[in-house]
């Protein structure tokens, strides 16, 4: 098992609900093949540079450990989410 950190920044314009599902999903797909270590929600904050035409994002960081395969499988669900505009996952073993 291996460490590493997933930051994703939603929609502004997504209801709380659909927001808190769309992290059970995530959290969900690690957990068939590794482990949540922590979620960190940041909440609404400024957009370095406006993304479709938004200024503003949901952050949340979530700390996970899992398999090499993992990674590559949350990332092309995240990739196909309508409602996720930015993601990135960090191998924090790699140093």
């Known amino acids: 098992m291996r460490n590493y950190e997933l930051m994703l920044v939603i929609r502004p314009t997504v209801e709380e609900e659909i ?4 992290l059970e999903t995530v959290k969900e797909i690690i957990a068939t ?11 609404m904050r400024r957009l370095a540079y406006e993304i479709e035409k938004h200024k ?3 952050y949340v960081v979530i700390q996970f450990k899992a398999g090499v395969e ?3 499988e949350l990332d092309r669900r995240l990739k196909i989410s309508d409602n996720v505009i930015r993601h990135i996952i960090i191998n924090k073993d790699e140093k």
């Open 70 to 72: 993992l990674p590559k």
């Open 56 to 58: 503003e994002g949901f």
């Open 33 to 43: 093949d590794g482990e949540v270590v922590e979620v960190d929600i940041w909440g």
């Open 19 to 22: 927001r808190d599902a769309q």
